[in-house]
């Protein structure tokens, strides 16, 4: 089992910056693909971010790229989203999302579906005030 905690949410006015972190529990954390969704309220969850195990590769949803950074520290078994130039539109739970389910091959299309990760955090609220 892994278990998800994300923490690092709360009300931001826009223009600023969030930094999310997603703790995780689990011996092989550092062979683990980790993401990133977000659910508006009425709105389907929606993919932000994704990165691979070694962390030497991202990728991210249009409407975030520039502005937000995915990143891990393997030692910390923790990744860390890191959200800048933030927008109301940005408002919305974000969740922590793995695969444990590893080695397998790293692609956008693969990790863009919310199908592709095994286990979740409870969320986090962000939200931006305009």
């Known amino acids: 089992q892994v278990q998800l905690v994300e923490s690092g949410g709360r009300l931001v006015q826009a223009g600023g910056s969030l930094r999310l972190s997603c703790a995780a529990s689990g011996r092989t954390f550092s062979s683990y693909v980790m993401g990133w969704f977000r659910q508006a309220p009425g709105k389907e969850r929606e993919f932000v971010a994704t990165?691979?195990?070694?962390?030497?590769?991202?990728y991210y949803a249009d409407s975030v790229k520039g502005r937000f950074t995915l990143s891990r520290d393997n030692a910390k078994n923790t990744v860390y989203l890191q959200m800048n130039s933030l927008k109301p539109e940005d408002t919305a739970v974000y969740y922590c999302a793995a695969d444990s389910r590893t080695p397998r091959y790293f692609s956008r299309s693969s990790y863009i579906k919310q199908g592709s990760y095994d286990y979740w955090g409870q969320g986090t609220q962000v939200t931006v005030s305009s």
């Open positions: 990165l691979s195990w070694s962390g030497s590769t991202t």
